[in-house]
């Protein structure tokens, strides 16, 4: 078998924070990666598929990064069952354009169609209808899961099922998904209709999600540079899929059809410090302004994906990069939590340029998977280093306080011990991976820094 370069590379999740060196592999068939795996030239490593993990999930300092993007073969696809076999390495791009001209889609998506099957399966993404739907694992059939040994192994929820949630929502540090095979969903359109409502704080946010469980989608965007008499205002969102008899008629004639749309490109990093409290406050005051209550079909494209539209646009925060902090409130504790939230990132001084709002709805068995009945919310803060890090563990406290956890896909701050508070089914997962993976062949930088990695992995 031909041998692999490795080539010692900087590499970073999306947010370009932290930014490390690792060996990178990137092998051409599932035969070199199986060799790679077994031969362990490197003390370990972590799959990486599209990079679209925020933080270091897609990381391994000095050690071994297998880049799954060549194993991206779609095996089949049956048009009259929406049942899809296909590669890790594929991209839930590359499923939207087999599927959707047959009338299937995702059953859930993230915000952006740049992400690997096996990235998706790792991180147990979750959309817009998780209140509904709830997340990725439950549309997975079965997976090929290849092990520390070189051995591929079936695993679903019904055969192998404890090494099935320990994967959904694991990570990558179980073995390397190399093969899932997904039920998408019917659809009659590539188009939503939106309904927009425009609300003065977050009560008003909140109330607006108390009716979401009548839309299949539902997420808000917030205002977190706000006065404090409107805190938590925002732009809710809460759509269907539009059947087609709604359409105008020149789209009735194709409601399949995903519309092309122009993509912006930011072709160079810009300066650290351009998106600052005021540029982010005139922005926020734009978006608020320009999105008022109201109805309208808005192209799958837009809706699930307003940011693909900018290439690169994580260059916007500069080299320093930035941290999108996620967070999970439960029902009983979301108001007073997200009130605390905003009002810390606030205080802190920190812009938070993007900020994402939604319901979440009933937990996978997922070990690790993120999310259970609540309400999400998403920031971006522009990374300033220790201040940052300060804020991290200031919000990681506050969540503790109020039954609340980061999602792992997100995180770049969480120390062990906040990490173990919040995921209590942490003990289960770490048996499963010290059976499977003794010598700790799976392993990451954010592995390590939750003390998810093998004793010997320090």
């Not at 080539?7 to 060996?23: K, Y």
């Amino acid at each position: 078998m031909s041998t692999v370069a490795n080539t010692h590379e900087l590499l970073a999740g999306w947010g370009n924070c932290p930014v490390e060196p690792c060996h990178v592999v990137r092998p051409d068939t599932l035969g070199q990666l199986r060799e790679l795996v077994a031969a362990g030239r490197q003390p370990s490593y972590i799959a990486r598929g599209c990079g679209r993990a925020y933080g270091d999930a897609a990381l391994n300092r000095d050690r071994g990064v297998a880049c799954t993007a060549a194993l991206n073969e779609i095996v089949s696809f049956d048009p009259q069952t929406g049942t899809i076999d296909c590669q890790g390495g594929v991209s839930l791009e590359q499923i939207i354009d087999r599927s959707l001209p047959h009338g299937w889609f995702l059953p859930t998506t993230p915000g952006t169609r740049f992400v690997s099957v096996g990235g998706a399966v790792a991180a147990d993404v979750h959309g817009k209808n998780h209140h509904l739907d709830g997340s990725f694992g439950n549309f997975v059939t079965d997976l090929g899961l290849l092990l520390a040994c070189g051995e591929i192994v079936r695993c679903s929820p019904t055969a192998n099922a404890d090494l099935f949630w320990a994967t959904v929502g694991g990570m990558g540090l179980t073995g390397i998904v190399v093969r899932t095979r997904l039920r998408l969903v019917r659809t009659n359109s590539a188009w939503c209709e939106v309904e927009y409502r425009r609300t003065a704080d977050l009560d008003e946010t909140l109330d607006a999600f108390a009716t979401a469980r009548q839309y299949r989608y539902s997420v808000a965007w917030l205002d977190c540079l706000a006065p404090r008499h409107s805190l938590g205002r925002g732009v809710v969102m809460l759509a269907d899929d539009a059947p087609p008899d709604r359409l105008p008629p020149k789209l009735q004639r194709c409601p399949l059809e995903l519309r092309t749309r122009k993509t912006r490109n930011v072709p160079c990093f810009l300066p650290n410090g351009l998106l600052n409290r005021h540029t982010a406050r005139a922005f926020n005051s734009l978006y608020y302004a320009r999105h008022g209550n109201g109805r309208r079909l808005v192209d799958y494209d837009r809706f699930f994906y307003p940011l693909d539209g900018v290439r690169h646009w994580n260059r916007i925060y500069g080299r320093r990069g930035f941290v999108q902090y996620q967070a999970l409130l439960p029902p009983d504790t979301s108001r007073r939590g997200l009130i605390e939230l905003l009002e810390t990132v606030a205080d802190s001084g920190a812009a938070a340029f993007l900020a994402v709002l939604k319901p979440s709805g009933p937990a996978t068995p997922g070990m690790l998977s993120f999310l259970y009945p609540g309400t999400t919310i998403a920031l971006d803060l522009p990374n300033t280093g220790e201040p940052l890090r300060r804020l991290g563990g200031k919000l990681d406290e506050l969540l503790l306080r109020h039954g609340g956890r980061v999602y792992l896909a997100k995180d770049a701050l969480t120390g062990r011990e906040a990490f173990a508070a919040m995921y209590p089914r942490l003990a289960e997962f770490r048996a499963i991976k010290a059976r499977i993976d003794p010598h700790g062949r799976f392993s990451s930088s954010l592995a390590r820094r939750l003390g998810l990695s093998a004793p010997g992995d320090a």
